[in-house]
């Protein structure tokens, strides 16, 4: 089992920055990826950026030159730069190893004026 816990969300102008962090615990050593998605009320979760750990890092193209991700199987960042209204949702983090994949309870981001 691997339990997550997501921080570092809030509110926050255009064009600010916030950086997430997701701290996991529990059996991390098979854990190959880590992952944000974020989700709006009433649309399906969406893909952010994706982590594979000692491989290479994606990015979503609607995020591209804006965020950027980072860490290990202890802790994975997603580090956001010049938000916009349109990045408001929820941001989950995820880890996957060979026997499932595990979610944390989400981190509410809100970009407003």
């Known amino acids: 089992q691997v339990q997550l816990v997501e921080s570092g969300g809030g509110l926050v102008q255009p064009g600010g920055s916030l950086t997430l962090s997701c701290a996991a615990s529990?059996?991390?050593?098979?854990?190959?990826?880590l992952a944000w998605y974020r989700q709006v009320p009433g649309e399906q979760r969406e893909f952010v950026a994706r982590l594979l750990i000692g491989v290479n890092t994606e990015m979503a193209d609607s995020v591209k030159g804006r965020f950027t991700i980072s860490g290990d199987r202890n802790t994975v960042y997603l580090y956001m730069n010049d938000l916009q209204p349109e990045d408001t949702a929820v941001y989950y983090c995820t880890a996957v190893e060979p026997g499932g994949q595990y979610w944390g309870q989400g981190t509410q981001v809100t970009v407003s004026s």
């Open positions: 529990g059996r991390l050593f098979s854990i190959h990826t």
